[in-house]
Nanobody, 118 residues
């Protein structure tokens, strides 16, 4: 059974830091690219950061220089280190596992809430 279990969300003041973790089923983690998405109230879910099996990363412009995505292959875990948080980062954050070939497939975690107070 595929599982993505997030942790690490919470309430933080602007300028603070949080680290999100996503523990994945090993069968998924060793084959899939991993990513973090977020969804604020009334907005569409958007990609925040992604990391490939090979370790290549990409970030959405608003978080560049503040967020860092990484993966620990020994622990089947992907992290999102979030620094210099701003109120606009407030959202539910979702872990994603994505496979492009041979058939596109996505798995999602249950989400973890991040709230940044001003």
């Amino acid at each position: 059974q595929v599982q993505l279990v997030e942790s690490g969300g919470g309430l933080v003041q602007a300028g603070g830091s949080l680290r999100l973790s996503c523990a994945a089923t090993r069968s998924i983690f060793r084959l899939y690219d991993m990513g973090w998405y977020r969804q604020a109230p009334g907005k569409q879910r958007e990609l925040v950061a992604a990391i490939t099996l090979g370790g290549s990363t990409n970030y959405v412009d608003p978080v560049k220089g503040r967020f860092t995505i990484s993966r620990d292959n020994a622990k089947n875990t992907v992290y999102l280190q979030m620094n210099s948080l701003i109120p606009e980062d407030t959202a539910a954050y979702y872990c994603n596992a994505h496979l492009e070939f041979p058939v596109p497939r996505d798995y999602w975690g249950q989400g973890t809430q991040v709230t940044v107070s001003s």
